[in-house]
């Protein structure tokens, strides 16, 4: 799972299952731009961040969800575990050599296109002068 820090927006009241409950010291913790209470829990279906009141609203009563210590836990280990490819360098020049090529061929298509216009709006002007010169 990756984890996307976004906040929940699905309100819904008179809905009321069980959610765990806030941490018993949130002076320091982020709130819920919504429901202005502390955010404790990350869904881990959707990556939102959750207070109280959010975690009650549909989806997230249907998902799994973390509270924030086990969350951060959780995270931390995924970020210990993972390594930066090495090839990714090697891959963006690959990537960039095959886009300087593409825009190479799009301009000689480009110009290629140019020179037939030229050359239809040419034939077109003897097509016209022959025709006025027949008719006189």
Excluded at 20 to 34: F, L, N
């Amino acid at each position: 799972h990756g984890y996307a820090l976004k906040i929940c927006h699905h309100v819904q009241t008179n809905f009321t299952p069980s959610a765990p409950p806030p941490p018993s010291s949130h002076q320091d913790a982020p709130m819920c731009p919504i429901h202005d209470q502390p955010l404790f829990a990350l869904c881990e279906e959707d990556g939102a961040l959750l207070c109280r009141d959010c975690a009650r609203c549909a989806p997230h009563t249907q998902h799994e969800c973390l509270d924030a210590p086990t969350a951060i836990k959780e995270i931390r280990e995924k970020l210990t575990e993972w390594e930066p490819d090495g090839d990714i360098d090697a891959e963006i020049e690959e990537q960039r050599a095959t886009v300087a090529d593409l825009q190479t061929q799009l301009n000689e298509e480009i110009d290629e296109l140019h020179k037939l216009e030229k050359r239809k709006k040419a034939q077109e002007t003897a097509k016209s002068d022959i025709k006025s010169a027949l008719e006189h």
